[in-house]
């Protein structure tokens, strides 16, 4: 019997040994979120806020939790807007943000952040400020994302909302602030893995699929608004979009363009003094005197300083976005246009 019970004692031993090895493997390895569950309620509430704030753009906070590989979203509340200067402003949404969180977890309802919401204007949402707010919420929150909202896209038939994450290689470089022209992990990264889109999913409970069931049959005709014939206005703004994101391309382009003249004349000026200091130790030498150092010149001509890549960037993926949005409009556009050519004849 004791025999049988070492050995059985063994056995828990090494199962206990493999469920905290096993358990330790997967605090070290990050979570990998394959898609985000969003409650109908709150892609409702984004919506009236956002449509309610235009022209403003708004943002607000996510709630819910973290179950396996999902990212489930259960609750929302809005940041009010302030009218305060940046520091005042920043000071404001924090307590604001504070003081609800407080309030939630009193009332029993979900008051963990997994990230944010914003509106946008055509799909213009990408730009250091958003950056570096979700480089802040993914270094707190490893698997928070931001919902993007598009009220203007949204008008065109289908619903533009869209959860993004910043990819763990971006992250490092960020981290560093490595977007220097000579910085060896900018080698590999493109404006295409800035950001990496998460699937979304909408939930319903029992009675709101009942109620949607019972608007649609009471509300069948409201389906024929998708058959509308597209208007250019978008398009235009959207390719006015394009062309100002294309002019700031070419800025960032421009100065980097003038900060290698400006590297080129600074090498060439620093090589012709060392060179000169050079001939003149040597005479000294040649006289039997000590020879001078060459550390004043250094000191005294600083290279200069590297412009950054990131605008360069975000602005190609912005560029990037915008022919997507123009390809996936004139797409239904033209989709629309044939039917309704083949329904009149």
Known sequence: MSRRANKKEEQYQQQLAAAAAAAAAAAATPNKITHVQLDGLVVLKIIKHCRESLPDLVNGQLLGLVQDSRLEVTNSFATPASRSNDGE?????DQYQTDMLRLLRAIN???????????????????????ETMFDYQREIEEAVVLIYDPLRTTQGSISLKAYRLTQAFMDLFKDQGFSADSPKLNGLTHETILEEVPIQIYNTHLAN???????????????????????????KNLDLLIDAIDDLNAEQNKFSAYQRTLSRYQQSLSMQLQ???QENEARIAAGEQPVSEADILS????????????????TNQIGQYCKQVN????????KLYVAERLQK
């Open 210 to 236: 009942a109620l949607l069931l019972e608007w649609e049959s009471t509300h069948a005709d409201d389906m024929f608004e998708r058959a509308d014939m597209p208007t250019t206005t978008l398009l235009e």
């Open 109 to 131: 309802v979900d008051y963990l952040l997994v990230g944010f919401y914003q509106s946008t204007y055509l799909g213009s949402f990408l730009n250091t400020t958003l950056i």
């Open 328 to 335: 996936q409009f004139a797409s239904a556009a033209f989709s």
């Open 89 to 93: 402003a920043d000071q404001e949404a």
């Open 276 to 278: 000169k200091r050079r």
């Open 300 to 315: 005294a001509n600083r290279a200069p300083v590297p412009p950054s890549h990131l605008d360069t960037l975000l602005y």
